[in-house]
C-alpha cells in the first residue's frame, strides 16, 4: 500500500479494509514523515511568500531540510503571522481549489480563516475516522453531534467521519440541553460528541427534569475543545455511565482529529503521519526532550491549501515518554490542561485554572461549575474562584458551608502555592456557554480604567 497517497484514496471502506497507520512500523512512520515534510517544505516554500522570507532570514533552502532533525532549525510561526496576513496571507492554493473555509474561534483577536483543499478534506476525515474508531464508535452506533455546526471545526470535523464510518449521525449541533436529552433518549444515541463543559449543563438539565441519563442508552463521550481534568471525567462518566474521550484539535492545523485517546486512557495519540508533534520552551524557544512539559508545536506534514511549518499552538503539554500499552506507534501527548496565556498571576504566582479544577472537584459538595474572577485593587492582582455547590449543602447548616468554604481554600492553596478567595453560590447561578466554557472572567483592566 501507498502511504503517501492514502489520504487522497481515502474512503470508509478502503480505510477498514488497508492496515491503519495508527500501527505502522516505527521506522516506517519515521519514513513516512520525512517524505512528508520535504514536500510540505518545498510546498510551502515555492507557493506562501511569508514561508519563502522567513526561510530566506535564517539562510536555507527547502533543500537543506532533510530530515526530521532538521525540522528544529525553521523558524515558528504564530498565531500573529495569521492574523497579520488575513484573510488570505498563508493560502498556498488559488480559491478556485479551496473547497471550505473554516475558522478559528477569535476569542482572542481577530479570528483566522482556514482553507481546505479536497485532499486537505480527506486527510481530515481521515483522521478523524482514525480517532473515532479508536473510541469505540462503529457502524451500529447514533452519534449525536452536539459540536457547534459553523465556522467552528466541530461540528462538521465529527459530522463526515463518523458517516464515513457508517453510524447514525444526528447532526443536532450545541446548545439547547432539555432537547439534547429528548433526542438522546428517543433516538437512542449511543455516542455523545460535545465540549465537557456543555454535557455537564445537559447533565444538570436532566437532573431537574428527573431524567436519568444512565438509562439512556449512552455508551462513549467525545469531549474536547476546551481544557478539562481528571476529577472532570470522573463526574462525567459518573453522571451518565459512559466511557469519557478526550479529543483535542485546533482549527489552523485542520480542526479536531489532531490527536485523541486510545482506550487505555495515557494519553492522546497524535496522529503524527500527517501533524508532526514537538514541545518547546515557551520563553527559550529550545525544543524540550520526552516527558517535560513546553509549548506545543505542530507541522502539517500533508494539508495543501494550508501548510503550517512549526505553529506554536500556545497549548501546553509533554510528549509521552514510551510506548503505549495498546501497541500503537503513534506517540502520545499529555491531556491539555492549559495555555500558555491562560495562566494569571496572584502576588507573583503564577497560576493555571486547570489547577484549581482538579483542587475544587476533589472535594464533594461541588458542583462542576466554576469561575475565577480576576480584580486589580491597588495594583495588586486578586484572584476569586467562584464555586457552586450542590442544594444539598445549602439546605444544610451554616457550619456545613463554613466547613467546605476552608477545605476548598485549603486543597487550593496546597495546589496553587497561594492562597485565593472562594465564594461558594447556589447552584445555576453561573454563566453556561453552549460551546466553549469561559473560565477566567478578568476584569482587572475595566477596575484601572474605571
Ligand atoms: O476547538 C477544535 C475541536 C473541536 C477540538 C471539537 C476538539 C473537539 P479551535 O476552535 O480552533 O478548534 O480551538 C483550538 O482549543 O488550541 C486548545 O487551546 C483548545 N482545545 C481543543 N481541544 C482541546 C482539548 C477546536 N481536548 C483550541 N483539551 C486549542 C484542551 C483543547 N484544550
Redesign the pocket.
Given at each position: 500500500m501507498d502511504h503517501t497517497s492514502w489520504p487522497l484514496s481515502l474512503t470508509a471502506q478502503s480505510f477498514r479494509a488497508g492496515p491503519s497507520p495508527d500501527f505502522l512500523p516505527p521506522a516506517e512512520l519515521r519514513q513516512l514523515q520525512t517524505e512528508r515534510l520535504r514536500q510540505t517544505v518545498q510546498l510551502a516554500y515555492d507557493k506562501v511568500p511569508l514561508y519563502r522570507q522567513r526561510l530566506a532570514e535564517v539562510g536555507l533552502v527547502p533543500a537543506d531540510v532533510r530530515t526530521l532533525d532538521d525540522l528544529a532549525r525553521l523558524p515558528f510561526v504564530t498565531k500573529d503571522d495569521l492574523r497579520d496576513g488575513y484573510p488570505l496571507g498563508l493560502f498556498a492554493v488559488p480559491m478556485g481549489e479551496v473547497v471550505r473555509l473554516h475558522a478559528?474561534?477569535g476569542t482572542t483577536g481577530r479570528q483566522v480563516l482556514v482553507p481546505y483543499t479536497r485532499a486537505d478534506l480527506g486527510v481530515w476525515t481521515e483522521a478523524m475516522i482514525r480517532t473515532l474508531v479508536r473510541f469505540g464508535v462503529g457502524p451500529h452506533d447514533v452519534v449525536q453531534n452536539a459540536?457547534g455546526y459553523g465556522l467552528?471545526?466541530?461540528g462538521l470535523?465529527?459530522h463526515y467521519a463518523a458517516e464515513a464510518i457508517g453510524a447514525t449521525v444526528v447532526p443536532i449541533s450545541g446548545g439547547n440541553a432539555e432537547r439534547q436529552i429528548d433526542v438522546m433518549r428517543d433516538f437512542g444515541t449511543t455516542v455523545l460528541c460535545s465540549t465537557p463543559s456543555f454535557f455537564l449543563q445537559v447533565a444538570d438539565r436532566a437532573q431537574e427534569l428527573g431524567v436519568d441519563l444512565r438509562r439512556l442508552g449512552l455508551r462513549v463521550g467525545v469531549?474536547?475543545?476546551?481544557?478539562?481534568s481528571e476529577p472532570m471525567r470522573s463526574r462525567i462518566q459518573q453522571a451518565a455511565d459512559i466511557e469519557a474521550f478526550?479529543?483535542?484539535?485546533?482549527?489552523?492545523i485542520v480542526?479536531?482529529g489532531v490527536a485523541g485517546e486510545c482506550p487505555v486512557h495515557q494519553g492522546?495519540h497524535v496522529l503524527e503521519d500527517h501533524f508532526f508533534p514537538e514541545i518547546i520552551d515557551p520563553a527559550s524557544g529550545c525544543p524540550l526532550p520526552d516527558g517535560e512539559e513546553g509549548e506545543l508545536v505542530l507541522t502539517t506534514l500533508s494539508k495543501q491549501a494550508m501548510p503550517m511549518l512549526r505553529y506554536r499552538?500556545?497549548?501546553v503539554t509533554a510528549i509521552c515518554p514510551g510506548p503505549c500499552p495498546c501497541g500503537s506507534s503513534l506517540r502520545r501527548i499529555l491531556?491539555?490542561?492549559h495555555?500558555s496565556d491562560d495562566l494569571f498571576i496572584v502576588r507573583g504566582v503564577n497560576v493555571y485554572p486547570s489547577q484549581i479544577e482538579s483542587a475544587l472537584l476533589a472535594v464533594k459538595g461541588t458542583l462542576p461549575h466554576y469561575q475565577i474572577v480576576l480584580t486589580e485593587q491597588d495594583d495588586q492582582e486578586r484572584a476569586e474562584v467562584r464555586v457552586e455547590v450542590t442544594p444539598e449543602m445549602f439546605s444544610d447548616r451554616i457550619g456545613v458551608l463554613e466547613e467546605l468554604q476552608e477545605k476548598l481554600t485549603r486543597r487550593i492553596r496546597q495546589a496553587a502555592g497561594v492562597g485565593i478567595d472562594v465564594r461558594l453560590v447556589e447552584p445555576r447561578t453561573l454563566a453556561r456557554s453552549e460551546g466553549?466554557a469561559r473560565r477566567v472572567v478578568d476584569q482587572r483592566h475595566k477596575d484601572k480604567a474605571s
Open positions: 478559528s474561534s459540536y467552528f471545526t466541530g470535523g465529527v469531549f474536547g475543545a476546551e481544557p478539562w478526550d479529543i483535542y484539535g485546533l482549527a489552523e480542526g479536531p492522546l499552538t500556545g497549548d491531556r491539555v490542561s495555555r466553549k
